[in-house]
């Protein structure tokens, strides 16, 4: 079967975003890029459902500018077939990018669409179950475990007390958890393998979807801060600054 | 203006994090709906009607709704909600998974985790791990939004007499099943709803060090929490994860022993009123954010605090 990944080209996770000054939203000049590491993982998951003989293509998509062609072929080089990029220099909010998403989903007919449960940089947490209402599929969110047998998917989901299995029928949307797999490393053969991979351009308009947005961001501001407070000597002192000063025990 | 508020529930009373999201709806103004699907779910809907400012309770109490399963969940709350200005669930992960589908499904966009109402169509919310906060417009005629509990204070639960209808809306999409779930049983508190909280980190070393932070946890009446770390090397279960990617808690006191403090760590607890941390690298990024930072080898500071305590 055809699997379609998603892969989002966000700010590195180990890098602390800074604020503009004119709190327009935060300021990404010179700041390293990476694939969304949820997007890493469904990348992962995607490839060992190829090395078991359950999936046939792996296809990614990725909706961003030129530049974002970098995390597709990361993607090809981790064991992706080919990728897709929807060229746009617009911001892509959650809504839009999951009606491109349908399009290709229209196109490539996949049986599983895997995308990660958040992108780190809106932490929205929105695409795949707005990609999966809009495809008329079920959904598997904030997956640990992904189980195809037969013409249903298991789904494993992190829930708030604990773990709850779902089945799916295909085709289904699921979005990756952080536990799910632990993604691999690409090889330097297979970066080079993967730079003559097959990686189609195409943009909205030639999907026929509108990326304008009906939520416009006001304002981008630094958090409130919190001011480091006091080392205390010992276990005795602490228990009393709990008590006296800060009156929480 | 008219809110219609999906109320997260056991059937058997509304979970507390329900009357953090009352008080956004309240903040934003109108009459409130609450909705409560779900399976034998009577009691939740008469908890409900207690809670301060409610108008109205929506009850639908079928077996289609008995897992909050998204597919069939978002079809009923797609088609209740077209008749309301506003739709408001908590951002815990039954809200996550089944409201964006109701956005979709009315096309509109879905405002995620909001922490503050400035407006009827105006909200906060964090972005990037919490290194940013957005305050965002949305021209939509209906807004779909899920509430982080913690950005709101509760209304009561008590004293109000709404009146309870019953619907009879029957979704089933077909194409999806729940097969089975494996909860953690605890008699400590939930995190999200924690006044104080103890979490494990790295640092911990193993599952059964845990047992330390435990025993001052039931002296305190905390709550347990770990670090993504703790969780991934099979410590403990994956819902005591605090942080970006998993609970976001803001209570009176939260004790980070032997956690580094990492961004992600920070986006889920750097809320809380007092934060003490134990930690042995005395350049460890948690003590930044630390009230009370205590340099230590916590296999001796802990034990030592469950003996002052
Ligand atoms: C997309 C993404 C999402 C993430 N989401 C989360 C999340 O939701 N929550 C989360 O927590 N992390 C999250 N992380 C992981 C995060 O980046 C850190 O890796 C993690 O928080 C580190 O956990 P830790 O502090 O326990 O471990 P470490 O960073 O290894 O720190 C262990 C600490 O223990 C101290 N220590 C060791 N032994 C002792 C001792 N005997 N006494 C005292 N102190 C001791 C050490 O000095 C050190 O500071 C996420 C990462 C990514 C990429
Ligand atoms: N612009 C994009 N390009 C590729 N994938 C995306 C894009 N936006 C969202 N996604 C996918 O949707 C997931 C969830 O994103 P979000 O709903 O924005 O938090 C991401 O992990 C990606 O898999």
Same mark, same amino acid.
């Given at each position: 079967?055809?699997?379609?990944?998603?892969?989002?080209?966000v700010?590195?996770?180990?890098?602390k /975003?800074?604020?503009?000054?004119?709190?327009?939203?935060?300021?990404?000049?010179?700041?390293?890029?990476?694939?969304?590491?949820?997007?890493?993982?469904?990348?992962?998951?995607?490839v060992?459902?190829?090395?078991?003989?359950?999936?046939?293509?792996?296809?990614?998509?990725?909706?961003?500018?030129?530049?974002?062609q970098?995390?597709?072929?990361?993607?090809?080089?981790l064991g992706?077939?080919?990728?897709?990029?929807?060229?746009t &220099?617009?911001?892509?909010?959650?809504?839009?990018a999951?009606?491109?998403?349908?399009?290709v989903?229209?196109?490539?007919?996949?049986q599983l669409?895997?995308?990660?449960?958040?992108?780190?940089d809106?932490?929205?947490?929105? #695409?795949?179950?707005?990609?999966? +209402?809009?495809?008329?599929?079920?959904?598997?969110t904030?997956?640990?475990?992904?189980?195809v047998?037969?013409?249903?998917?298991?789904?494993t989901?992190?829930?708030?007390?604990?773990?709850?299995?779902?089945?799916?029928?295909l085709?289904?949307?699921?979005?990756?958890?952080?536990r799910?797999?632990?993604p691999?490393?690409?090889?330097?053969?297979?970066?080079?393998k993967?730079?003559?991979?097959?990686?189609?351009?195409?943009?909205?308009?030639?999907?026929?979807?509108?990326?304008?947005?009906?939520?416009?961001? /006001?304002?981008v501001?630094?958090?409130?801060?919190?001011?480091?407070?006091?080392?205390v000597?010992?276990v005795a002192?602490?228990?009393e600054?709990l008590?006296?000063?800060?009156?929480?025990? | 203006?008219?809110?219609?508020?999906?109320?997260?529930?056991?059937?058997?009373?509304i979970?507390?994090?329900?009357?953090?999201?009352? +008080?956004?709806?309240?903040?934003?103004?109108?009459?409130i709906?609450?909705?409560?699907?779900g399976?034998?779910c009577?009691a939740a809907a008469?908890?409900?009607?207690?809670?301060?400012? /409610?108008?109205?309770?929506?009850?639908?109490?079928?077996?289609?709704?008995?897992h909050?399963?998204?597919?069939n969940?978002?079809?009923?709350?797609?088609?209740?909600?077209?008749?309301?200005s506003?739709?408001?669930?908590?951002?815990?992960? #039954?809200?996550?998974?089944?409201?964006?589908?109701v956005a979709?499904l009315?096309d509109?966009?879905?405002?995620?985790?909001i922490?503050?109402?400035?407006?009827?169509d105006?909200?906060?919310?964090?972005?990037?791990a919490?290194?940013?906060?957005?305050?965002?417009q949305?021209?939509?005629g209906?807004?779909v939004?899920?509430?982080r509990?913690?950005?709101?204070?509760?209304?009561?639960?008590?004293?109000?007499?709404a009146?309870?209808?019953?619907?009879?809306?029957v979704q089933d999409?077909?194409?999806?099943s729940? /097969?089975?779930?494996?909860m953690?049983k605890?008699?400590?508190?939930?995190?999200?709803?924690?006044?104080?909280?103890?979490?494990?980190?790295?640092?911990?070393?193993?599952?059964?060090?845990?047992? *330390?932070?435990?025993?001052?946890?039931?002296?305190?009446?905390?709550?347990v929490g770990a670090?993504?770390?703790?969780?991934?090397a099979?410590?403990?279960?994956?819902?005591?994860?605090?942080?970006?990617?998993?609970?976001?808690?803001?209570? &009176?006191?939260? *004790?980070?022993?032997g956690?580094?403090g990492?961004?992600?760590?920070?986006?889920g607890?750097?809320?809380?009123?007092v934060i003490?941390?134990?930690?042995? &690298?005395?350049?460890a990024?948690?003590?930044?954010?630390?009230?009370?930072?205590?340099?230590?080898?916590?296999?001796?500071?802990?034990?030592?605090?469950?003996?002052?305590?």
């Open positions: 079967m055809k699997v379609l990944v998603a892969v989002k080209r700010i590195d996770y180990n890098v /975003v800074r604020v503009k000054p004119d709190n327009s939203g935060v300021d990404l000049t010179n700041i390293k890029m990476a694939m969304n590491p949820f997007c890493e993982i469904a990348v992962e998951e995607a060992r459902l190829k090395e078991k003989g359950v999936a046939s293509e792996i296809i990614v998509v990725s909706i961003g500018p030129k530049v974002a970098e995390q597709i072929r990361t993607a090809l080089a992706a077939d080919r990728g897709i990029l929807i060229e &220099d617009e911001e892509v909010q959650s809504l839009q999951a009606k491109l998403f349908k399009a989903v229209d196109k490539e007919q996949p669409v895997i995308l990660g449960k958040q992108a780190i809106s932490d929205n947490n929105q #695409t795949g179950q707005m990609l999966a +209402a809009l495809a008329g599929m079920g959904q598997g904030f997956a640990s475990e992904v189980v047998e037969g013409d249903k998917v298991n789904v989901r992190e829930v708030d007390g604990g773990l709850m299995t779902v089945a799916l029928n085709p289904a949307v699921v979005t990756t958890d952080l799910l797999n632990e691999r490393y690409a090889s330097l053969p297979n970066i080079m993967a730079k003559k991979k097959p990686l189609e351009m195409t943009t909205p308009a030639d999907l026929g979807v509108d990326v304008a947005a009906s939520l416009k961001i /006001v304002k501001e630094e958090p409130a801060t919190r001011s480091a407070g006091i080392k000597a010992d002192e602490l228990v600054k008590k006296n000063e800060a009156k929480v025990i | 203006m008219s809110i219609l508020v999906i109320a997260d529930h056991d059937n058997a009373s979970k507390p994090v329900t009357l953090n999201v009352l +008080a956004a709806a309240k903040a934003i103004g109108g009459d709906d609450v909705l409560i699907a399976d034998g009577g008469e908890a409900a009607a207690k809670a301060e400012g /409610v108008a109205k309770v929506l009850v639908t109490d079928n077996a289609v709704y008995g909050s399963l998204a597919e969940l978002s079809l009923l709350v797609a088609d209740l909600g077209k008749g309301y506003h739709i408001l669930t908590s951002a815990g992960t #039954t809200g996550k998974d089944f409201l964006p589908r979709a009315l509109v966009a879905q405002i995620s985790d922490i503050k109402v400035e407006s009827a105006t909200f906060v919310r964090p972005i990037y919490g290194n940013a906060v957005a305050t965002v949305s021209s939509d209906i807004k939004i899920t509430v509990g913690t950005g709101f204070d509760p209304v009561s639960g008590e004293g109000g007499s009146p309870v209808e019953a619907i009879d809306n999409a077909g194409i999806s729940f /097969v089975g779930e494996e953690a605890s008699d400590r508190p939930e995190l999200t709803a924690a006044k104080i909280i103890i979490s494990g980190g790295r640092g911990m070393q193993n599952g059964d060090n845990f047992k *330390i932070l435990e025993s001052v946890a039931d002296k305190l009446g905390a709550g670090s993504r770390a703790a969780v991934d099979g410590f403990v279960p994956n819902d005591m994860q605090v942080g970006q990617t998993g609970k976001i808690v803001a209570p &009176d006191l939260y *004790i980070a022993v956690i580094s990492a961004i992600q760590h920070l986006a607890m750097s809320g809380s009123k003490v941390a134990i930690n042995k &690298d005395e350049d990024p948690i003590f930044s954010v630390a009230d009370y930072g205590l340099v230590a080898d916590l296999f001796e500071a802990v034990p030592e605090l469950d003996a002052a305590l």
